[in-house]
């Protein structure tokens, strides 16, 4: 059984950075897409960031600069850098994985549970 797990999130303030990480179990990461999405109060979850077993990485124009994902097959975790937070990015986060790099941003294999982030002002 597949397992993503997200940690990391939390209340922060304004300008400071959290690191969220997405530890994946039952299955090596090694060949797969991993992305980020985020779901704010009362909105859609939107796509924020890929990036593919090769290392190629894509983000969304709202968080562009604003944040780094990477991975580490060896760990089996990918990971989400994101500095200089302000309130609007307050949202639940959700890790995924896709076995088809075409279909992480609408359709991926599997699913994190989601981690809170709130950034006060």
């Known amino acids: 059984q597949v397992q993503l797990v997200e940690s990391g999130g939390g209340l922060v303030q304004t300008g400071d950075s959290l690191r969220l990480s997405c530890t994946v179990s039952g299955r090596t990461i090694s060949g797969y897409a991993m992305g980020w999405f985020r779901q704010a109060p009362g909105k859609e979850r939107e796509w924020i960031a890929t990036?593919?077993?090769?290392?190629?990485?894509f983000y969304a124009d709202s968080v562009k600069g604003s944040v780094t994902i990477s991975r580490y097959n060896a760990n089996n975790t990918m990971y989400l850098q994101m500095n200089s937070l302000k309130p609007e990015d307050t949202a639940v986060y959700y890790c995924?994985?896709?076995?088809?790099?075409?279909?992480?941003?609408?359709?991926?294999?599997?699913w994190g549970q989601g981690t809170q982030v709130t950034v006060s002002s």
């Open positions: 995924a994985a896709s076995r088809q790099a075409s279909d992480l941003t609408r359709s991926p294999d599997y």
């Open positions: 990036i593919w077993n090769g290392g190629y990485t």
